[in-house]
């Protein structure tokens, strides 16, 4: 959705400028559970309907086709990052090169509010290695779309998913890897597109599953990092902000985030009336998905509403539908001027619990889509807060992103060896 004009956001306010985080990557396409010290320290998660949620009592194979999608209800009485049901899937495209063994799970987590949610993803294991020493790499996808259909879980199987290159890689270095589907992109509701606190512990939440696989898997204790770019690099960085209190037990050492919008003002310059006008339309869709006192159909013209139907159900290549078109086309008067969405915006705003551990940054200088200096800013403002960051711009547009990724792959590896991280702070 388009956002109201007005001044650059001060870091402390900077309520538009997280808000868009999932947005930018859309362009470069697009056995037993485990113990109770596995699970560290989150609590139960209440009932989800009325009356007791059933116990607990360890994953489950999954059900057929896309049945899988569809969580128990009631949830049962586990804990954020547990196993809910698992099948494994004939590995593909360069998994399948790879040897690896790849499982599709439905574990829990907690959205924006802390209510238990299902989510959907995958989780890569290597072969030839120690599984049980294995690092764990929560690995946060970029745009894929609104509908069902768009789910990442869905493209891995079918080895076509845009985000393969660094999973594989990341899979030789002998990682276990785990890839979230985000709410409600394949379960059922709608994903909460750009919803920091919902999809920073989706990521988190994806590395603790890996930790809880029947059979062998990763120790709890093992080491943890976190990479996505742009919808993942926002993701990414929400999880890093969000682990000291959501998930204190994971061992984290390392975060990548590319291609970070942190400025939605900014965003929203370039995109309205563009090509790519379409992601701030899937925006508003998953804002109103987790606020519905926003009330998005309330702003929308018959036609817009109409428009909009079509994003909730679409994929990536839905944008298309809507290049050129601005706010105006679609709406009585701008959401982004009504105080109830700008303070749930400042709501998805970064910056408020800078990471500890060491951060990878990059960004193209000559980025379009997400300008470069949200990223350099985003930077600014972890120094500031004292986080050792690398910030490593590169020389193209955003959707450069994927070609420049082998520096974060090498500052993951190098923070998992226990090599000291270099600190490009000003």
């Known amino acids: 959705m388009t956002v109201a004009a007005g001044g650059r956001p001060t870091r402390a306010g900077r309520a538009t400028g997280a808000a868009l985080l999932a947005l930018g990557l859309a362009l470069v396409a697009g056995a037993c559970g485990g113990s109770d010290d596995d699970a560290g320290p989150a609590t139960a998660p209440a009932p989800t309907s009325a009356g007791a949620a059933p116990a607990y009592t360890g994953p489950v194979p999954a059900a057929a086709g896309d049945a899988f999608y569809q969580p128990p209800d009631p949830l049962p009485a586990a804990k954020p990052g547990d196993v809910l ?31 238990p949610v299902a989510v959907s993803g995958t989780i890569v294991v290597p072969t030839g290695v120690d599984v049980t020493s294995a690092p764990v790499l929560s690995f946060a996808p970029g745009t894929h779309g609104i509908g069902d259909a768009c789910a990442p879980s869905k493209a891995i199987a079918q080895g076509s998913d845009y985000g393969l290159p660094d999973i594989a890689a990341a899979t030789g270095r002998g990682w276990v890897v785990a890839v979230t589907d985000y709410q409600g992109l394949g379960t059922p509701g709608t994903h909460t597109y750009i919803v920091g606190r919902a999809e920073g512990q989706a990521v988190i939440d994806a590395a603790r599953a890996a930790t809880r696989l029947p059979g062998p898997h990763p120790a709890a204790d093992t080491k943890v990092v976190y990479w996505g770019y742009s919808q993942g690099g926002g993701a990414a960085a929400w999880a890093g902000e969000l682990t000291a209190s959501y998930a204190p037990e994971l061992n984290l050492v390392a975060i990548a985030a590319g291609g970070v919008p942190a400025d939605l003002t900014a965003v929203a310059e370039v995109l309205d009336g563009s090509a790519s006008v379409g992601l701030q339309f899937m925006a508003a869709i998953g804002l109103d998905a987790a606020y519905p006192e926003l009330d998005l159909d309330s702003f929308l013209t018959p ?19 809507f290049t050129g078109k601005s706010i105006d086309d679609i709406a009585t008067r ?9 303070d749930r915006l400042a709501e998805n705003s970064l910056g408020s619990a800078p990471p500890d551990v060491p951060v990878y940054l990059y960004h193209g200088t000559r980025d379009v889509t997400v300008a470069y200096q949200q990223g350099e800013e985003l930077m600014r403002a972890y120094c500031a807060e004292g986080v050792t960051v690398a910030w490593a711009p590169f020389d193209g547009d955003h959707g450069g992103g994927l070609a420049n990724s082998a520096g974060a792959l090498e500052f993951l590896a190098a923070r998992i060896d226990g090599v000291a991280a270099p600190n490009t702070c000003p």
């Open 303 to 321: 036609d817009g509403r109409s428009s909009i139907a079509e994003l909730r159900d679409g994929c990536l290549d839905a944008i298309a539908a």
């Open 85 to 115: 049901s698992y099948r494994e899937i004939p590995a593909a495209g360069q998994l399948a090169d790879l040897g690896a063994t790849v499982y599709q799970v439905l574990y829990l987590s907690s959205d924006h509010n802390g209510e």
């Open 334 to 342: 701008n959401p982004m001027d009504d105080p109830v969405w700008q």
